[in-house]
């Protein structure tokens, strides 16, 4: 029971609306997100949630290239934050989901 719960507790959305899930890794907290993944106007890969519309800079492999035309990904990796503020999600693994998505507008 206390594992359902636990289980429960680590997949609810985070604060700015993006479903989560952390592990603990060797080099600390791991962030698996679902989303949409693109480029936005200044060619920087942007993951947008499929189900709120909130969207996370991304950076990391050039594997992020071949799913950057609004593939369904599963990215894992770590919130780092820039000098403004603003999250990046920093990816160190990439899953496939689907060769398209549709997010809120």
């Known amino acids: ?11 609810q ?18 962030t698996v997100v679902i989303g949409c993944l693109n480029k ?3 060619s920087n890969y942007v993951l947008t949630n499929n189900k709120t519309g909130v969207k996370t800079t991304v950076t ?4 992020l290239e071949k799913q950057a035309g609004n ?8 919130i780092i934050y820039d000098t403004t503020g603003h999250d990046i999600l920093e990816v160190s693994g990439i899953e496939h989901i689907s060769d398209t998505c549709a997010a809120p507008k």
Do not use: F, I, Y
């Open 40 to 42: 936005d106007e200044t």
């Open 13 to 30: 959305p985070d604060s700015r609306g993006h479903e989560q899930h952390e592990t603990e890794g060797p080099l600390g907290r791991n």
């Open 71 to 78: 593939h369904k990904v599963k990215l894992t990796g770590t």
């Open 60 to 63: 990391g492999p050039s594997a």
């Open 1 to 11: 029971m206390l594992l359902l719960a636990a289980c429960m507790a680590m997949a």
